[in-house]
């Protein structure tokens, strides 16, 4: 039994000296290498993403990339995507003053939930508010093969969730 373990110590120490040798190429030696043409596919490839799903766009969903921008101050990109229908009825000043005066900045995950009710896409989360749990839904139409919150309906929204 003890011959039977030292050959698995043996066998064990000889692999992890296996696992320690490096490469001799460098970094920089590869990267020469590639092709200039499969460099610009890849980045082109990045900066493409479907805006289309309000579920998952990129790596996150449409609420939190509202969400976020709401927490970064990032108010011009918050009107950018405001849908059309409010755009043309306000101006940018004052759709901006309203997503300042939301009750906004709270976690959000991703969508428990997605319904759709006469063109408008209804996105739910799981949002904790003053210790309470609650479902916040999100009002979304796709304009354009883009995303776009509707901000009425969500400042409605918002109201009767953080006025419970």
């Not at 039977?4 to 490096?22: D, P």
């Not at 995507?81 to 043309?88: D, F, G, H, M, R």
Request: glycine share 4%; proline share 3%.
């Amino acid at each position: 039994m003890r011959i039977l373990i030292f050959i698995l110590f043996l066998m064990s120490l000889s692999s992890c000296r296996e696992a320690t040798r490096v490469d001799p190429l460098i970094e920089d030696e590869t990267e020469k290498d590639m092709d200039v043409k499969d460099n610009e596919e890849k980045e082109s490839a990045v900066a493409r993403v479907d805006w289309s799903n309000p579920v998952l766009i990129g790596a996150a969903s449409f609420g939190n990339i509202i969400n976020v921008n709401y927490k970064l101050g990032e108010f011009n990109e918050l009107y950018r995507l405001t849908n059309s229908a409010l755009k043309s009825s306000l101006t940018k000043q004052e759709i901006i003053n309203k997503y300042r005066s939301l009750p906004l900045g709270f976690d959000l995950d991703f969508p428990m939930n997605k319904t759709e009710e006469n063109g408008t896409i209804w996105l739910h989360y799981a949002v904790e508010i003053n210790a309470t749990k609650k479902i916040m839904r999100m009002p979304i139409v796709v304009e354009e093969d883009t995303c776009r919150l509707k901000l009425l309906l969500f400042e409605e929204e918002l109201n009767q969730i953080t006025s419970r």
